[in-house]
Nanobody, 122 residues
Framework: QVPLVESGGGLVQAGGSLRLSCVAS????????MGWYRQAQGKQRELVAR???????NYADTVKGRFTISKDNAKNTMYLQMNSLKPEDTAVYYC????????????????WGQGTQVTVSS
């Protein structure tokens, strides 16, 4: 069973919206802070939003006020509502755990899904 499956990406004009979904295996979803990461072409992967077991959320400054992370524990599904999209949001978006280690949040490197492409045109 693939542990993480992302969907919902697409091509959208600047100012538009998309909603990403991530279905995770139960073993991932239960007991872990989960996060949405993105990787733009030629850039390092970055954590843009995370949600804790209790549902508290945190966002990168670049997406704060525009993106909203949420989850449905009963469905083992996490979401990323993206509004007011900008061309600089163009990237492949991935979900993964977010584990605090050595003063940073880290994914589980052996568990990446295929990601979902988000392209924002100007």
């Amino acid at each position: 069973q693939v542990p993480l499956v992302e969907s919902g990406g697409g091509l959208v004009q600047a100012g538009g919206s998309l909603r990403l979904s991530c279905v995770a295996s139960r073993s991932f979803f239960v007991g872990n802070t989960m996060g949405w990461y993105r990787q733009a072409q030629g850039k390092q992967r970055e954590l843009v939003a995370r949600i804790s077991l209790s549902g508290s959320t945190n966002y990168a400054d670049t997406v704060k006020g525009r993106f909203t992370i949420s989850k449905d524990n009963a469905k083992n599904t996490m979401y990323l509502q993206m509004n007011s999209l900008k061309p600089e949001d163009t990237a492949v978006y991935y979900c993964n755990v977010a584990t605090w280690y050595a003063s940073t949040w880290l994914p589980s490197d052996g568990s990446w899904g295929q990601g979902t492409q988000v392209t924002v045109s100007s």
